[in-house]
């Protein structure tokens, strides 16, 4: 069965560097998320993205974030200066259709990020 | 925006038993309602899903209701077993604001042997 994969699995890094994580959708699907959940929370959404846009985004997703995708396969978040409060899970995600019409959210097995 | 509440944070049985979980929505205008389940070091994986049109749904040892008046949907697992201890979320979306999935705050299931 396809899956949305996720590198690296374990990110280390220091306070004010810039990190990318990296995501591989499913191939057929069309909207690409990312999702964040720090430990022993709620999975909480950061930023959706279609036809190379970004449609929606939260407040957590401010100016310290971007996304992209460079080719037909990846899609990356980049945090240009990281914070402590930074350090989570990662967790990307796409979907065939547009979530409202009821296609399923599939998610990967993340990263996580941490910032020391 | 969307808010959904979930209960009980934690839940324990004995292997065999059910396990019902509740989640609450407040945006009169969701339509699907998504359960995943996250094990350890793990991503969230759907488990099942309802949509709006249909009260209830079943997938072998699992179920979900919905009850759209009161804006309320229901895990229901039968004859636990312990490979089903895991974090359970229920979700939904936020339909004014687009692509938007809100998640529950989880409950862990942990079934005893």
């Known amino acids: 069965e396809p899956e949305v994969t996720q590198t690296p699995s374990h990110q280390v890094t220091q306070m004010g560097q810039e990190v990318i994580l990296r995501c591989v959708p499913i191939?057929?699907?069309?909207?690409f998320y990312w999702y964040r959940q720090i430990l022993g929370q709620k999975v909480e959404f950061l930023v959706s993205?279609?036809?190379?846009?970004?449609?929606?985004k939260s407040e957590i997703f401010d100016d310290q974030f971007s996304v992209e995708r460079p080719d037909g396969s990846n899609f990356t978040l980049k945090i240009r200066s990281t914070k402590l409060e930074d350090s989570a899970m990662y967790f990307c995600?796409?979907?065939?259709?547009?979530?409202?019409?009821?296609?399923?959210?599939?998610f990967g097995n993340g990263t996580r990020l941490t910032v020391t | 925006g969307e808010n959904v509440e979930q209960h009980p944070s934690t839940l324990s049985v004995q292997e065999g038993d059910s396990a019902v979980i509740k989640c609450t929505y407040s945006d009169s205008a969701s339509n699907y309602f998504p359960w995943y389940k996250q094990e350890l070091g793990k991503g969230p994986q759907l488990i099942i899903d309802i949509r709006s049109n249909v009260g209830e749904k079943k997938d072998q040892r699992i179920a979900v209701t919905l009850n759209k008046t009161a804006k309320h949907f229901s895990l229901h697992i039968t004859e636990t077993q312990p490979e089903d201890s895991a974090v359970y979320f229920c979700?939904?979306?936020?339909?004014?604001?687009?692509?938007?999935?809100?998640f529950g705050t989880g409950t862990r299931l942990a079934v005893r042997p």
């Open positions: 191939s057929n699907h069309l909207y």
């Open positions: 993205f279609y036809n190379n846009e970004i449609s929606e």
């Open positions: 979700a939904a979306p936020s339909i004014g604001s687009g692509d938007k999935l809100t």
């Open positions: 995600a796409s979907s065939e259709e547009k979530l409202g019409s009821g296609s399923p959210l599939h």
